[in-house]
């Protein structure tokens, strides 16, 4: 989500010379103050207390800071406030705040539907959150985007409005493209190392392979809550010399790691648009994931990748063998996907249809 509005933001400014943005974020990880991107990019960190990730609850200030920028002395008459996906606090509140100075208040959704990680009570927590909060925000702003079609049909099932779509674009180092002849087998998995995102599924399917002689080798990019959990299993699943936990990399060390593998994974349960898929296919990586959110909105099941059910270990691991005995075949895929992705995801294209949500113009679908 972060990536995308901060890609959005920076193509928007290309495009308007005239705009100014002033991105407000919790400052849960780090320090609140104000930080200058440029002369017309402003980040502003509010304090914020964090009872579960990733749902920050505003402290005192946090409604002072929105009348400083959207109501003080250099306050443009013609502000539009954005919000991003439906359960945060901080959403509402800025809602609310729109509506009663008569701002203009765009929410662009990126889930895809109910919360599914986290156990029975943790799930009945966030489908509270989402009658009580997501839902009279969908309906109440002036406009609603998504970042998928799966999105848009989550926003219309929970709160009957329909959402324009806002793909995201791609751009990635100029002559990066995807090399996956190399040996032993590699599949790179980009995300956080939390419970929803599928890695335990992947340790699982992983050992399967081995026990069939395929000696796949994982490279994980990324840290989270589930880190020492995961290293467990790999040492108790006998993988421990086969998988590498690279913690937290910056986004061109990810993308050369994907470039660089047999196949690209992504094995979530709950995905909007997922971004590694994106990056991966634009790279044109051979592609394993789960048909959760989006996916199948950028990978075509035995055309350009390959599609399993979340959650099964086993579905999973057969589509692994076939990429990784077939290397023909994953090339030939992974070459499909790059052009179809390339063609399909622009920021040209969500510029402009974000240009005319934020004046109430007719949207053009691309």
């Keep these: 989500m972060e990536y995308y509005a901060k890609e959005l933001h920076r193509r928007l400014l290309d495009h308007d010379?005239?705009?100014?943005?002033?991105?407000?974020?919790?400052?849960?990880?780090?320090t609140p103050g104000v930080e200058q991107l440029s002369d017309r990019w402003t980040v502003v960190r509010w304090r914020a207390w964090?009872?579960?990730?990733?749902?920050?609850?505003?402290?005192p200030g946090f409604i002072r800071l929105l009348r400083e920028y959207c109501l003080g002395p250099d306050a443009d008459p013609a502000t539009v406030l954005m919000t991003h996906t439906r359960f945060f606090v901080h959403g509402r509140l800025v809602g609310r705040f729109a509506k009663r100075h008569g701002l203009r208040w765009v929410h662009l959704e990126h889930g895809s539907g109910p919360v599914q990680s986290g156990?029975?009570?943790?799930?009945?927590?966030?489908?509270?959150?989402?009658?009580?909060?997501?839902?009279?925000?969908?309906?109440?702003?002036?406009?609603?985007?998504?970042?998928?079609?799966?999105?848009?049909?989550?926003v219309k099932q929970l709160s009957g409005r329909t959402a324009s779509v806002l793909y995201r674009?791609?751009?990635?180092?100029?002559?990066?493209?995807?090399?996956?002849?190399?040996?032993?087998?590699?599949?790179?998995?980009?995300?956080?190392?939390?419970?929803?995102?599928?890695?335990?599924?992947?340790?699982?399917a992983t050992a399967m392979l081995h026990e069939d002689g395929i000696p796949l080798r994982l490279r994980l990019c990324g840290d989270g809550p589930a880190r020492a959990d995961l290293e467990a299993q790999a040492?108790?699943?006998?993988?421990?010399?086969?998988?590498?936990?690279?913690?937290?990399?910056?986004?061109?060390a990810a993308l050369a790691?994907?470039?660089r593998a047999t196949v690209v994974v992504n094995p979530s349960w709950t995905e909007g648009l997922p971004t590694t898929v994106l990056e991966a296919a634009a790279l044109?990586?051979?592609v394993v994931a789960t048909n959760v959110g989006g996916?199948?909105?950028?990978?075509?099941?035995?055309?350009?990748?390959?599609?399993?059910?979340?959650?099964?270990?086993?579905?999973?691991?057969?589509?692994?063998?076939?990429?990784?005995?077939?290397?023909?075949?994953?090339?030939?895929?992974?070459?499909?996907?790059?052009?179809?992705t390339l063609a399909r995801f622009s920021w040209t294209n969500t510029v402009t249809d974000f240009q005319a949500l934020a004046t109430g113009a007719p949207v053009t679908s691309h």
């Design 17 to 30: 010379p005239k705009l100014r943005i002033t991105v407000l974020t919790s400052a849960v990880g780090t």
């Design 50 to 59: 964090e009872p579960v990730s990733p749902v920050a609850i505003p402290l």
């Design 119 to 154: 156990g029975p009570a943790v799930r009945a927590v966030a489908n509270m959150i989402d009658t009580v909060i997501g839902k009279p925000m969908l309906k109440s702003a002036d406009t609603v985007a998504a970042v998928s079609r799966s999105s848009a049909d989550f």
């Design 169 to 204: 674009g791609m751009e990635l180092p100029e002559g990066l493209v995807s090399d996956s002849g190399g040996e032993p087998p590699t599949a790179c998995f980009v995300g956080r190392l939390m419970d929803g995102k599928g890695v335990a599924e992947l340790l699982a």
């Design 235 to 252: 040492t108790e699943l006998g993988l421990a010399e086969h998988v590498d936990f690279l913690g937290t990399v910056t986004n061109e």
């Design 257 to 259: 790691e994907m470039s």
């Design 284 to 286: 044109g990586c051979p």
């Design 295 to 340: 996916t199948t909105e950028i990978v075509t099941d035995e055309t350009t990748g390959w599609i399993v059910p979340p959650r099964e270990p086993r579905r999973l691991a057969e589509a692994l063998a076939v990429v990784c005995n077939n290397p023909e075949l994953r090339e030939s895929a992974g070459a499909k996907l790059r052009t179809a």
